[in-house]
């Protein structure tokens, strides 16, 4: 009992405790509030993202809007003569495929009964309204899907069924 009470009693101990809580408390506020102004400075660059992707999205918006009124002007309407197929790169713009080359490519893809890629890039690139076609290629590149569902959008302006592009 009475070590504890020297212990207790020690001239400068509860100012040192005090002093260390008090050091210890100073830090945490100053990693807070450095924490705070990081999260800050993460925010004001996720705004202007936001606001830069919100510009891009508006101006390939127009751009499509654009090729796609300059394209029914020239070849017809959209859905009938003509066709959208909206990818995370832009528009593109497809226009019935010739009798000959539906032929052509239907020959080929229900002979080996798969869609092959070459085979919807047969079928597409005679087609191609917009973009030019080494835009295209580059959009393709980037993501490939876009060449699949390009094909069925020109399948589906010759008249064919989405069961019949796939052979089945």
């Known amino acids: 009992m009475s070590e504890q009470s020297n212990v207790a009693t020690l001239p400068g101990a509860d100012d040192r405790e005090a002093r260390e809580r008090a050091e210890l408390e ?5 990693v807070r509030v450095e924490r705070a ?3 800050a400075e993460r925010d004001r660059r996720e705004k202007e993202r936001e606001l830069a992707d919100e510009l891009e999205r508006e101006e390939r918006a127009l751009k499509d809007d654009q090729a796609i009124a300059d394209a029914e002007l020239e070849h017809g309407p959209l859905g009938k003569r003509i066709e959208a197929v909206r990818t995370g790169q ?3 713009i497809v226009r019935r495929p010739s009798p000959a080359n539906f032929r052509r490519w239907q020959d080929r893809s229900v002979s080996s009964k798969d869609l092959t890629m070459d085979d919807a890039e047969q079928l597409v690139r005679p087609s191609l309204v917009y973009p030019d076609k080494v835009t295209f290629d580059a959009w393709v590149k980037n993501e490939p899907g876009i060449l699949p569902r390009c094909a069925a959008a020109c399948g589906r302006l010759a008249g064919a069924r989405l069961d019949e592009l796939a052979g089945k």
Do not use: D, H, Y
Request: hydrophobic share 45%.
């Open 37 to 39: 102004r990081v999260q």
């Open 90 to 92: 832009g528009v593109v």
């Open 26 to 30: 100073q830090r945490i506020e100053a």
